[in-house]
């Protein structure tokens, strides 16, 4: 057995071994917050993933460049309107953003981050992407998904080499959501659906609910393509 392999044995049992320091957490976390060993901080949360449509077919048609302001694009927009409505950003991939909102009114908020993002992608991203390259058919689409969940926030890796790990169900399914077509924009949990305030629940004049109900997988999620401008 080489060195590599024993040092890995020994690091796997401290992992399974090891007693876990569990504390409650009343805010965001920051990687620095928590230790490398099982160390976890709980929190109730709601997480956000925003995600561009398409990037393979984006990267493999189109020029670097191009896809990169893409990239840039609608990752400032994403990020700028998560911070606008109390969220914290706590990771990137790729083309993808993870927002995490907490507090009392954690679902609304994220629920309205979602519709601001769909507003942003179609009324300033689109708009100035035709202006500047005006022979182009290509317009940019996203997905958005959300739930809300207890979770337990580790920190995994390697000394230089971590970040944190988001155990529950909310990053799981947020994430998952992703993948579903982005002929609707933003999708929520009946966990989120449920804690709406009229706000982010109705729109319009008259008001109607900006949400109808979708099955997934045999379970229930609710879908808006509705705007919301900042």
Same mark, same amino acid.
């Given at each position: !057995?080489?060195?590599?392999?024993?040092?890995?044995?020994?690091?796997v049992?401290?992992?399974?071994?090891?007693?876990?320091?569990?504390?409650?957490? %009343?805010?965001?976390?920051?990687? %620095?917050d928590?230790?490398? *060993?099982?160390v976890?901080?709980?929190i109730?949360?709601?997480?956000?993933?925003?995600?561009?449509?398409?990037?393979?077919?984006?990267? $493999? %048609?189109?020029?670097?460049?191009f896809?990169?302001?893409?990239?840039?694009?609608?990752?400032?927009c994403?990020?700028?309107?998560?911070?606008?409505?109390?969220?914290?950003?706590?990771?990137?991939?790729? $083309?993808?953003?993870?927002?995490?909102?907490?507090?009392?009114s954690?679902?609304?908020?994220a629920?309205?981050?979602?519709? %601001?993002?769909?507003?942003?992608?179609?009324?300033?991203?689109?708009?100035a992407?035709?202006?500047?390259?005006t022979?182009? =058919?290509?317009?940019?689409?996203?997905?958005?998904?959300?739930?809300? *969940?207890d979770?337990?926030?580790?920190? *995994?890796?390697?000394?230089?080499?971590?970040?944190?790990?988001w155990?529950?169900?909310? +990053?799981?399914?947020? +994430?998952? !959501?992703? *993948?579903?077509?982005?002929?609707? +924009?933003?999708?929520?949990?009946?966990?989120?659906?449920?804690?709406l =305030?009229?706000?982010?629940?109705?729109?319009?004049?008259?008001?109607?609910? !900006?949400w109808?109900?979708?099955d997934?997988?045999?379970?229930k999620?609710y879908?808006?393509?509705?705007?919301?401008?900042?």
């Amino acid at each position: !057995m080489s060195e590599f392999e024993d040092k890995m044995h020994e690091n796997v049992r401290a992992i399974f071994t090891t007693a876990w320091t569990e504390t409650k957490g %009343q805010v965001v976390p920051k990687s %620095q917050d928590i230790g490398l *060993s099982n160390v976890g901080r709980s929190i109730s949360a709601t997480v956000l993933y925003a995600d561009m449509d398409g990037s393979t077919e984006i990267v $493999d %048609q189109y020029d670097v460049k191009f896809a990169a302001e893409l990239y840039k694009a609608f990752l400032l927009c994403a990020t700028r309107t998560i911070r606008l409505n109390g969220g914290e950003v706590r990771s990137f991939d790729g $083309d993808r953003v993870m927002g995490v909102f907490i507090g009392d009114s954690k679902n609304s908020d994220a629920a309205k981050t979602g519709m %601001q993002i769909n507003y942003l992608v179609k009324k300033v991203i689109n708009p100035a992407l035709k202006n500047q390259y005006t022979s182009t =058919n290509f317009s940019l689409r996203h997905t958005v998904g959300i739930d809300t *969940s207890d979770m337990l926030v580790v920190r *995994s890796g390697i000394r230089n080499n971590n970040d944190l790990v988001w155990v529950g169900s909310a +990053a799981n399914h947020a +994430a998952r !959501m992703n *993948s579903l077509s982005s002929d609707v +924009a933003t999708r929520i949990t009946p966990a989120v659906y449920k804690k709406l =305030n009229e706000k982010s629940k109705f729109g319009g004049d008259p008001k109607r609910n !900006m949400w109808t109900s979708a099955d997934w997988n045999g379970r229930k999620l609710y879908r808006s393509s509705w705007t919301w401008r900042p």
